[in-house]
T-cell receptor, first 112, second 113 residues
Framework: DQQVKQNSPSLSVQEGRISILNCDYTNSMFDYFLWYKKYPAEGPTFLISISSIKDKNEDGRFTVFLNKSAKHLSLHIVPSQPGDSAVYFCAALPSNTGKLIFGQGTTLQVKP | NAGVTQTPKFQVLKTGQSMTLQCAQDMNHEYMSWYRQDPGMGLRLIHYSVGAGITDQGEVPNGYNVSRSTTEDFPLRLLSAAPSQTSVYFC????????????FGQGTRLTVV
């Protein structure tokens, strides 16, 4: 039972354009959401997060949007750069535990 | 400040062998976790700890044991390795639930033949 789903295994965009990565969740008890970025042969690194009491959080080129009624969040990267090419994981935290639950990941390729 | 350190980076085991994957953090984090990464499955939580002496199961705990005797260390034990445990393992730590941004180690690539 996948509680956090990233239905697009891969995404390819042109440098300078917007990248939109999507994530859906099923558990209404999630109250904190995070995005991680992972390069090959490295551990994931934290990118940006959002609390369930907000619908948007911005950090430089990265913006996360949360739609609680649709149980959907998205990560926007504007403008996309070749160095953004990596696997992006969506993660969610249930309100009653510290167990971070991850999605399957989306591989982003930004073409020069 | 080394962050989260995992050893070894690579390991090949024969079916039935046992081993311990080591994880240490020097950030005085209370929360530590073990994940495995498999193609198409993302990162799945194996075991988890909220402090020394306290552990809990994650999504895929079978075949793995953990203990947390100190704040710094959180070893993962495979008692009898199986080919299904071939994976990349990541250890992570975070300050507390309120600071959920976890720091990850570089990973251990384990192959069971």
């Amino acid at each position: 039972d996948q509680q956090v789903k990233q239905n697009s295994p891969s995404l390819s965009v042109q440098e300078g354009r917007i990248s939109i990565l999507n994530c859906d969740y099923t558990n209404s008890m999630f109250d904190y959401f995070l995005w991680y970025k992972k390069y090959p042969a490295e551990g994931p690194t934290f990118l940006i997060s959002i609390s369930s009491i907000k619908d948007k959080n911005e950090d430089g080129r990265f913006t996360v949007f949360l739609n609680k009624s649709a149980k959907h969040l998205s990560l926007h990267i504007v403008p996309s750069q070749p160095g953004d090419s990596a696997v992006y994981f969506c993660a969610a935290l249930p309100s009653n535990t510290g167990k971070l639950i991850f999605g399957q990941g989306t591989t982003l390729q930004v073409k020069p | 400040n080394a962050g989260v350190t995992q050893t070894p980076k690579f390991q090949v085991l024969k079916t039935g062998q046992s081993m311990t994957l080591q994880c240490a953090q020097d950030m005085n984090h209370e929360y530590m976790s073990w994940y495995r990464q498999d193609p198409g499955m993302g990162l799945r939580l194996i075991h988890y700890s909220v402090g020394a002496g306290i552990t809990d199961q994650g999504e895929v705990p079978n075949g793995y044991n953990v203990s947390r005797s100190t704040t710094e260390d959180f070893p993962l034990r495979l008692l009898s390795a199986a080919p299904s445990q071939t994976s990349v393992y990541f250890c992570a730590s975070s300050y507390s639930r309120g600071y959920a941004e976890a720091f990850f180690g570089q990973g251990t690539r384990l192959t069971v033949v």
